[in-house]
């Protein structure tokens, strides 16, 4: 699946569990991690991202894997840095 099929995907993922009357959230294009299975996408609401408020900031939003050898999403953690997921990823997930 290419990049911006699998961010659409991505998007509607965090959109529809994370339902919000107040904002949407969206990917943070500028910290995007490509593997070399697929991409780490983190997210933050939309009102933070254009306005750099902390206010607006969400808390606990850990950061969405999307495994492009079988187009699946992952949700990670936030106990770690985001390297720490991405080789527990790549060690014990199976396609």
Request: negative net charge; aromatic residues 14%; glycine residues 4%.
């Given at each position: ?18 339902e ?19 991409w ?5 609401s ?50």
């Amino acid at each position: 699946m290419k990049y911006e099929a699998a961010k659409k995907l991505v998007s509607e993922f965090i959109n529809l569990r994370l339902e919000s009357d107040e904002d949407e959230f969206v990917i943070d294009d500028e910290e995007v991690i490509e593997t070399d299975f697929g991409w780490v996408f983190p997210y933050n609401s939309k009102k933070f991202l254009e306005s750099g408020e902390l206010i607006y900031a969400l808390v606990g939003n850990a950061p969405i894997i999307f495994d492009n050898r079988d187009e699946t999403i992952h949700i990670t953690g936030t106990s770690h840095d985001v390297d720490y997921y991405i080789d527990q990823h790549k060690t014990t997930y199976i396609p």
